[in-house]
């Protein structure tokens, strides 16, 4: 009489685990890769981490980000729920940090695979990290870049096309490498890992101007703090899963083999809002910075055409909504001069979300432009004492793309915007030091 084999725990350990799928295995072959990580990589660890530290705690008081808190606050355990004061379970703790490293849309993302990288995998990566020495924690966040590098391609801009979320799965699958790093699994474990991670991980555009957009992130990052702790257990998964996923929300897997060596760090967001308007928003600021009008004649944005329909909520009631409105986003823009998150209070969507756009503003969809670029050109026609003055600018590369990086004092000046709604300066500085020589051991001070 023949028996299945069984894992230590006993549990039984299906063949289908056996039958490995190419994207699969060469996902979980990542956690043996034992290449160097030079400096300028380290840097780059500590920019993300930076990065996502600060939008995170900017989001603590976020109506969101409460609304998780409340909901698992019993679940009490050794993660901490970031800036809140509190202990929860691991998955309980991932489901609130990652709602909160999205919840004020002003997180990273990687414009090739239009995700937002970071609020999946940080926290993930932060749950079995903190406590490994430094040198193993740059090890295991870089893994679970170079797994998001992987499928970002064969999965992002294909499903983002149909209304889905990549976020979500791309970043599932980072964290799953990038934890499995982190704990020292096998090659075996990882793949069981990944299985399970993406397993139900599925985010849709469709939540946008809605709280629960944010939440997928933390939904994510649950589920794969989950699965770890699953494959941890002796549960087996099957080997084909990722594979079938990733071919199923975005293209055809391709033949021959997979580049899981190279890396793309996501880019930091200057502005918090989508970043489809960000090159409007700057071009905005470039002018206003030459007049004290507030009101002109007409402002004029002419973008690539999909820009508009991106942020489609014409009277915003809600931060979320305001956030996802182009129109609310460039007239604030112009108003303030400025764009940070205090143009997204209570009081500013009350007075100028409700209201529509004002009669000043005109967006311009460009069938010039390319499709899937940024170019923008804005132009104001300014009143009063200067009738009749024309001011024009034109951005052909948004910030913080490969090619116009923000240099490190802007990136500080985010940082302590951020961060210093909630904390002192003394204390901020505190933990922006502290990335450098741990880039995960930081979160379990906050």
């Keep these: 009489m023949s028996t299945s084999p069984t894992t230590t ?27 160097p990580i030079g400096p300028d990589v380290r840097a780059g660890v500590v920019r993300q981490v930076r990065d996502t530290l600060g939008v995170a705690l900017a989001a603590v008081p976020a109506p969101g980000v409460q609304a998780v808190l409340r909901a698992v606050e019993p679940e009490r355990g050794d993660s901490p729920a970031w800036g809140h004061g509190i202990r929860l379970s691991r998955p309980a703790a991932a489901l609130v940090n990652g709602t909160a490293v999205q919840a004020l849309e002003f997180d990273d993302i990687v414009h090739d695979s239009t995700a937002h990288l970071s609020s999946v995998l940080v926290p993930v990566a932060s ?18 870049l170079r797994a998001a590098r992987t499928v970002g391609p064969l999965l992002g801009r294909p499903a983002h096309k149909r209304g889905v979320q ?16 982190l704990l020292g699994m096998t090659a075996e474990q990882c793949s069981d890992v990944l299985a399970l991670a993406v397993t139900g991980v599925v985010g849709t555009r469709a939540h946008t101007g809605t709280p629960a957009k944010a939440m997928q992130s933390g939904i994510a990052a649950a589920a794969t703090v989950r699965a770890v702790e699953l494959v941890r257990a002796g549960v087996r998964a099957g080997g084909g899963v990722v594979d079938t996923v990733i071919s199923t929300l975005g293209e055809r897997l391709p033949d021959g083999a997979f580049d899981t060596g190279e890396i793309t760090f996501p880019s930091i ?24 009008v507030t009101e002109p004649e007409l402002l004029e944005v002419r973008m690539p055409p999909r820009a508009r329909p991106a942020m489609p909520f014409e009277n915003p009631a809600t931060g979320d909504e305001a956030r996802w409105s182009a129109v609310f986003v460039l007239a604030q823009a112009w108003r303030h001069g400025r764009l940070t998150l205090d143009q997204y209070s209570p009081q500013e969507i ?6 529509g756009p004002p ?8 069938e010039s432009f390319d499709p899937d670029g940024e170019e ?38 985010k940082y302590l915007h951020c961060v210093t709604r909630g904390l002192d300066v003394s204390a901020a500085l505190a933990l922006w ?10 979160f379990g001070r906050i």
């Design 359 to 366: 009669a000043w503003l005109r967006i311009v969809p460009d």
């Design 9 to 35: 725990t006993g549990l039984p350990r299906s063949s289908a685990a056996n039958a490995q799928g190419r994207l699969q295995g060469a996902l979980a072959s990542i956690v043996e890769d034992d290449r």
């Design 433 to 442: 030091t502290g990335v450098d020589d741990h880039p995960l051991a930081v």
């Design 269 to 292: 967001k200057p502005y918090p809002s989508c970043g489809v308007v960000h090159s409007a928003v700057e071009a905005i600021l470039r002018l206003r910075e030459q007049t004290d």
């Design 350 to 355: 009350a007075t100028h979300g409700s209201a």
């Design 127 to 144: 749950t079995f990290g903190a406590g490994v020495p430094a040198d193993e924690a740059f090890a295991g966040f870089v893994a679970g």
């Design 166 to 181: 990549p976020t979500h799965t791309i970043g599932a699958v980072a964290g799953a490498v990038a934890a499995a790093r």
């Design 376 to 413: 923008t050109v804005v132009r104001a026609v300014l009143g009063g004492g200067v009738e009749g003055r024309t001011l024009e600018a034109a951005i052909d590369q948004r910030l913080d793309y490969p090619g116009r990086p923000l240099a490190e004092a802007q990136l500080m000046d």
